[in-house]
Nanobody, 132 residues
Framework: QVQLVESGGGLVNPGGSLRLTCGGSGLHLPYYRSGWFRQAPGKEGEAVGCIDGDGRSYRGVPMYSASAESRFAISKDYTDNTLHLQIDFLKPEDPTRYFC?????????????????????WGQGTQVTVVS
């Protein structure tokens, strides 16, 4: 059974950094197009970005939503079967829950989508809280 589990969230001061991890089981996650999304309580979710599932591209090519800033970085790790989201300069207004998702299409080649409707399997999310 395919499962995604996010980790790495927690409390951080404004301007701090976190590295979130999405672990896959039941699939070799770096070979699937995957995305990171976030949501604040009572608000619509928004895309952070995505990364391709092209096995020929070891590092992958991430793509970011228009609202995402340069302080986000998505990567994947074939050894650990994980995805990562590096967030720098966290702000108190940043949405608090971060989710990873995958489309379950093996080795789909270059490109990815930041549309959440393109993803079939989601993790439960990890909480990020920025406190002064």
């Amino acid at each position: 059974q395919v499962q995604l589990v996010e980790s790495g969230g927690g409390l951080v001061n404004p301007g701090g950094s976190l590295r979130l991890t999405c672990g896959g089981s039941g699939l070799h996650l770096p070979y699937y197009r995957s995305g990171w999304f976030r949501q604040a309580p009572g608000k619509e979710g928004e895309a952070v970005g995505c990364i391709d599932g092209d096995g020929r591209s070891y590092r992958g090519v991430p793509m970011y939503s228009a609202s995402a800033e340069s302080r986000f970085a998505i990567s994947k790790d074939y050894t650990d079967n994980t995805l990562h989201l590096q967030i720098d300069f966290l702000k108190p207004e940043d949405p608090t829950r971060y989710f990873c998702a995958t489309d379950l299409v093996l080795n789909a080649g270059p490109g990815c989508a930041i549309d959440p409707r393109k993803y079939d399997r989601w993790g439960q999310g990890t909480q990020v809280t920025v406190v002064s």
